[in-house]
């Protein structure tokens, strides 16, 4: 009986260990995030998009060079994959640099692992930061969802990690936020006999 209660305090402390760990390394990636803005401000108005723009294409290339699509280039340069797609349609030179980093890639072997790439676990865990869903964020480094959650329970550190980039993302939340959020998609209207409805000021 004994050694049980000693087992279980010893894995209760091995788990407590592990997420301290992973909120300290979260923690981390909030906090680079959150530097690179404050530099990106510093720099204003001096920094021009086209500077910024030139900043967000080579995280884009270094995305592709890991083996990345363009739902995982496109997330780890902060923009939308419809942007990704016209820079490049229209920078044939930006278009040849990410095909040329992905046939890199390609060539020697370099998978986009979740599970064993330290720059792909960044851009999951940067998505899940910025507020994507956990699946989304599997989907966007090319993992799908059962494979996605096979690995968080599978996988006691990636577990750790996830759940702490979504605890963090939780508490970063507003409650204002979380509130418009729910009721995104749903018009509240009052109806009184009385007087007729009023335009929506939203709308």
């Not at 968080?152 to 759940?163: D, K, T, W």
Request: proline share 5%.
């Amino acid at each position: 009986m004994g050694d049980r209660s000693a087992g279980g305090a010893g894995s209760d402390a091995e788990a407590g260990a592990s997420e301290a760990w992973a909120e300290a390394v979260v923690a981390g990636l909030d906090g680079a995030r959150a530097a690179e803005r404050a530099l990106a401000d510093a720099l204003r108005p001096a920094m021009s998009v086209k500077e910024e723009n030139a900043q967000r294409r080579a995280e884009a290339v270094r995305a592709a060079a890991m083996g990345l699509g363009a739902a995982g280039c496109a997330s780890a340069a902060g923009v939308s994959e419809r942007l990704l797609a016209s820079w490049r349609a229209e920078d044939p030179v930006f278009d040849a640099a990410l095909s040329t980093a992905r046939s890199l890639a390609h060539v020697h072997g370099v998978v986009p692992d979740v599970a064993a790439n330290p720059a792909v676990l960044r851009v999951a865990l940067d998505a899940i930061l910025r507020g994507v869903p956990f699946i989304e964020a599997g989907a966007l480094v090319g993992v799908k969802r059962d494979t996605f959650y096979r690995l968080r329970r599978g996988n006691p550190h990636l577990g750790a990690l996830f759940g702490a980039a979504q605890n963090l993302r939780r508490r970063s939340v507003s409650p204002g936020r979380k509130r418009k959020a729910e009721l995104k998609g749903y018009r509240l209207v009052r109806l009184d006999a009385s007087e007729p409805p009023r335009a929506d000021p939203d709308a």
